[in-house]
């Protein structure tokens, strides 16, 4: 077993989103905002957010952080979105999931104006990506992509792993990543395979999966029960709090003998997403004030 | 082998599409409208365009023909289009595809009221359809959706194929066709693999799929280098020109001694895919009538 080191690449990538940002601001004397939402007060939020705003810090986008109460109806939810639309010291603005009451979700994801959409899940750049058909076309256009999938992909990039017919397997059918990374990979020419609760026959497709990305958010998920080719790729985006610390949703002990690169965790998906983050909060701020890069 | 007639199901649902226009017109003493487009004098394209006002006349939709230059600039396109977007007689634009200049298409799909876009290409029901979940909440929130993808799930439903669980192979990836196709099939549960010209392993595939989705326009494609297991559903989407006549991308000859289910071409997903534009076009006329079914 090989591990592919998030947090390396992470920095390396944040290095240059740094340096970048300092270039503008000698130039124009302007600087990207971030501004964070949190509804209520949950730990793991928290503890996400804090590390969000420790980054921005990091590279030298200023951050206005917005805690709210978890009793925060949708209308005032959407009130502050629009203040915060209309503010421009802020190119990005990122609303913290799961929200307390998750039927606020996609309506208060709509009221983000789409060029500070820095999660990309508003509907006007999702359909944006899906419809753009080549990787090239995706960077070329500036869409703002969601966090994980964009980091997935990086981290694939810079560890020199070739995707172009190669079959993928993505566990997991989500919003945030799922879906939007199935469309990232046919850009890159993978054939794509998304499975999920409902798979029957996963043990066959693990089989046959040249590339694994596990996404489900159950410890120890990918295990003994499945076999893996030699030379398999690995991702693991599963973040999980047990009595033991934190953990992903593959089986190390079942993994760490064979033939595979695999992204550990912590230190593998989850830097490459803060540092994504970043990225796209440059993205808008670049769109938004027209800079040729 | 047995033959899926599409003919038939796009007959059942098209009676059913011209009684809802006949009540609504009794009660409201309004038609719903449909521009086409057509952009210079393609022959393929004018036998479509026929064949779609041939079908609005017999359920009662209102067809409003428009025919341009060849050497229509982009602009011109647009013109036309936001005179179509302020036309309250008209519910649903249709801008027929492949335009003489394809590198318009985007923009032009762009400038269609996504409320009148009845081919569901615009980025806000692209992103729309890709962010739902559930196939329930697709037909709630009434999305507008590309018409052949919907017409092959409307295809797999009348003839009670579950997807829930099953292996759906889907060959293509264009926007039209293979990606919406695998939003709406994950919708239904089904596991989807995208395969596409760089999928290497193709035979590995075949093999393990419970539903096979054809859409690669090339006559006898899926032949006998391909194994199907027994009780595979074939959809065949390819419409070929050959000098024998129409034919999809199914080799017959290969497949008529196999224990299967296929949509012949023509007769299977043609139909379907021009009964979903009726279909999407009376959608469209109840959204922005706000008629409550």
């Avoid at 959407?78 to 203040?83: E, K, M, Q, T, V």
């Avoid at 089989?207 to 990305?213: C, T």
């Avoid at 398999?232 to 973040?239: K, N, P, R, S």
Wanted: glycine share 6%; with cysteine.
């Amino acid at each position: 077993m090989k591990i592919i080191n998030g947090r390396q690449i992470a920095k390396h990538i944040k290095s240059d989103i740094k340096t970048k940002i300092k270039n503008f601001k000698d130039i124009t004397g302007k600087t990207p905002g971030l501004a964070t939402i949190l509804v209520g007060s949950n730990v793991a939020s928290k503890i996400y957010i804090q590390s969000k705003i420790k980054a921005c810090q990091e590279v030298g986008i200023q951050s206005f952080h917005n805690n709210i109460s978890t009793q925060s109806s949708q209308d005032a939810i959407i009130r502050l979105i629009n203040d915060l639309n209309s503010n421009t010291l802020i190119n990005g603005i990122l609303l913290q999931l799961p929200l307390p009451d998750k039927t606020f979700t996609q309506n208060c994801i709509n009221a983000i104006n789409p060029v500070k959409d820095v999660d990309g899940l508003h509907p006007v750049n999702y359909g944006k990506l899906s419809l753009l058909k080549s990787w090239n076309d995706i960077i070329k256009e500036n869409v703002l992509i969601p966090c994980t999938p964009l980091g997935i992909m990086h981290l694939l990039q810079y560890s020199n792993i070739q995707l172009s017919g190669k079959t993928v397997l993505i566990i997991g059918r989500s919003n945030l990543v799922g879906k939007p990374l199935a469309i990232l990979m046919l850009s890159q020419n993978a054939t794509v395979i998304t499975a999920h609760s409902k798979t029957y026959n996963l043990d066959k497709l693990t089989k046959i999966a040249d590339v694994i990305i596990v996404a489900v958010g159950i410890p120890n998920f990918l295990n003994k029960n499945y076999n893996i080719k030699d030379n398999t790729v690995i991702i693991d985006v599963g973040i999980n709090r047990t009595v033991d610390g934190l953990c992903g949703d593959v089986d190390f002990n079942y993994i760490q003998n064979k033939n595979v690169r695999i992204t550990p965790v912590p230190g593998g998906v989850g830097p490459m997403t803060i540092t994504m983050l970043l990225s796209n909060t440059l993205k808008a701020f670049i769109n938004q004030n027209k800079i040729n890069l």
